[in-house]
């Protein structure tokens, strides 16, 4: 009887798709448009009226110009750029951590790779390993097929020790 400490390995695929998605939108977001207009958006809120939208294109005047309801397309695509270029940023950086965290962890089979490390068939039987391998069934014991008469005598063990240990629960 094996209790497993984390379910096989299901986040790793996950985690590659997610990966996949974000890289696919980074480049469709690289791709957009350039023909953006220059500047940036500046909101303001006076009093308890409706926001005021001004251009501003120097870093060191952020007064800019006001821009009217009629130039309403001109305030939108500067505050969807202005969106583009921190989601591109914030992508950047989600997209480099899950590939470190995915080199590191080996694809996310560094913990079976541990497991699988073990040279000695006796060795690696004798463990409980955190999360189940192909070599484990669903019920704790070992593969069926062809064993080593050492791998019969463990499983034997093994299902001996679970009887004496484990009682029967009814």
Request: glycine share 6%.
């Amino acid at each position: 009887m094996i209790n497993e400490l984390i379910p096989p390995d299901t986040l790793a695929p996950q985690l590659q798709n997610w990966l996949s998605q974000l890289n696919a939108a980074l480049a469709q977001l690289k791709k957009a448009p350039k023909n953006t207009p220059s500047g940036h958006l500046r909101v303001a809120q006076k009093g308890g009226k409706g926001p005021y939208f001004y251009h501003y294109t120097s870093s060191q005047d952020f007064n800019g110009k006001y821009i009217r309801k009629k130039q309403l397309p001109l305030a939108k695509a500067l505050a969807q750029k202005d969106y583009t270029l921190k989601l591109i940023k914030l992508l950047e950086k989600e997209s480099h951590a899950l590939s470190e965290y995915l080199t590191q962890s080996k694809n996310g089979t560094a913990i079976q790779g541990l497991y699988k490390s073990l040279c000695l068939p006796a060795r690696i039987w004798l463990p409980q390993p955190l999360s189940q391998t192909k070599n484990l069934q669903l019920n704790g014991k070992m593969s069926p097929g062809r064993a080593s008469p050492l791998q019969q005598m463990l499983r034997n063990t093994t299902q001996q020790m679970e009887k004496l240990c484990v009682p029967n629960q009814k």
